[in-house]
């Protein structure tokens, strides 16, 4: 009789044990997928939080050049490269003629980037230009610095990839009617700047017009 309950004793405990094994590799397996979930979420954090990083060095690159376009056409303080003198509220010297001719291209081309205003129901020139091209036969954009002698880090990390880029295009605004056909002239700037990955673009517009 006693070994009798000692077998059904020993059927228990093991019976217990056999429940307690698979409890603790139930914890162990809830365990796991909490972990790499929580792997998964911190590795997604990482990679939105290093876009993000990325998109506000395009960004302010982009800003840059805006700057560096406006200094283009305003008054350039390298006098060995400036070209301001070609910009003017009452002249259009220097820009393509016809609407829809090409942008001034070649990095040594004085009207480098220099664009005319798409006709009516055309395709605007700022969606035409490839701000990737950087060859500096065929680039039709301004790389920063170019026209002004100002300096631009650029690097692998933290720092854009490449130089920010800009295009001027020629704006014609006609005077309310005077009596007179007077004309005055602005630009709409466009501009590019890249971020730590060539492939994070931001472009930015505004329009500037000269003081005289």
């Avoid at 792997?39 to 050049?65: L, M, P, T, W, Y």
Wanted: net charge negative; with cysteine.
């Amino acid at each position: 009789m006693s070994g009798h309950m000692s077998d059904k004793v020993s059927a228990h405990k093991a019976h217990q044990c056999g429940i307690t094994l698979l409890a603790t590799l139930l914890i162990l397996l809830v365990v796991l997928m909490l972990g790499t979930a929580a792997a998964q979420i911190a590795v997604q954090g990482e990679k939105s939080s290093r876009n993000d990083r990325d998109h506000k060095i395009a960004f302010q690159a982009a800003e840059a050049a805006l700057l560096d376009a406006e200094m283009d056409i305003e008054h350039s303080p390298d006098e060995d490269r400036s070209r301001s003198a070609l910009f003017s509220s009452i002249s259009a010297i220097g820009f393509p003629a016809a609407a829809g001719s090409a942008c001034g291209s070649g990095e040594q081309n004085t009207y480098l980037g220099l664009c005319p205003h798409s006709e009516a129901g055309a395709q605007p020139i700022w969606q035409v230009v490839n701000f990737m091209d950087d060859a500096a036969i065929t680039t039709s954009s301004v790389p920063y610095g170019r026209f002004t002698g100002q300096s631009f880090y650029i690097a692998n990390g933290s720092l854009p990839v490449k130089l920010p880029r800009y295009i001027v295009e020629l704006m014609l605004y006609k005077m309310p009617a005077t009596g007179a056909d007077e004309r005055t002239y602005f630009y709409r700037i466009t501009a590019v700047g890249f971020g730590a990955r060539e492939t994070t673009q931001v472009a930015l517009q505004t329009v500037y017009r000269k003081t005289h």
